[in-house]
């Protein structure tokens, strides 16, 4: 008996570390948007995921073209059963930027998907958020790929839901400049006060930023691949990778940033990605830095103390790590398994 008690720790850290028998509970937030099509489509087709809800938010695109954008994925990918909610009208304190100058007219690459023979849920976003929450405490997990916007309006309104939730994985932010200009990220650019909300709510953000994703590029090689096959699905995700890789060829890259589907990607398979843990401050005012993700490499600050006329150094401030900070992807790993995905759907 006294030998089996023994063994109830590791009995308990097997079950623990055993795989997931069943799907993740997921809530993708989105501003549909080319890559949010593709992170979308990605995370539908991929057993590891359950996608209770989209909620959509301003950023690539308006709130109401976003929302449509959303209904007509979802319909195409003949999932109805999906939620889909409009959220925010705009970022809390700026006016928004739309980004049809990467994403095409509509958003998403100029292509005309058919009517949605889906329905918008009548909650709004962030009450969604919160109520999906409580409805699954420690289980959902919260894939924001637009501006923070709705994830800052929920945590504001309801700041309970914090550690209910299982984990969030954003795409946003870069610790290597930016997108947008030589500090910011487009999604945390479009709404920083919304970005220091999520970043301090004291749980830890998995941050999926903009320099990883200029590193983990879909190429015509893939796109190549992804036409042997002819779906509805694949088809349209044939269609957003040509206008995006074209567009981005325009600009002198040799593909195209797969900036959402590795967030996505991240929660489907974590190894997809190096990680470490940091603290990270949003800079909300800032002459030329104006939402950047600010990352502690160190973990600590200086800590300087006045003496007289002067200060002067005396050790350092540990910080407590806010973010899983993405470093580093496995695009070819990555890729396969997209087209892998998508093929054929
Ligand atoms: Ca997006």
Redesign the pocket.
Known sequence: MKRFFSLLPFVALFLLTAPAQTPRRVIID??P?V??AMAILLALNSPELKVEALSVVP??VEAWQGLENALKIVSLAGRCDVLVAGGAQHPLNQKLITAQYWHGKNGLAGVELPASKCKADARWGPDLIIEMVHKYPHELTLIP??PLTNIALAVSKDPSIVPLVKDIVI?GGSITGGNVNGAAEA?IHNDPEAAAIVFNAGWMVTMVGSDVGERTIITRKHLTDLGSQHGPESGFVAQLADFYITRSEKSGYSGAAMY?PLAVATVIDPTLVTLKDMHVDVETKGEFTRGETVANRMGSNENNVLHGDHYEIEGAIPLKPNARVCLASDADRFLKLFVSRIKGK
């Open positions: 989105t501003d948007g890559d949010d950023g690539n790929v637009g795409m999604n959402d």
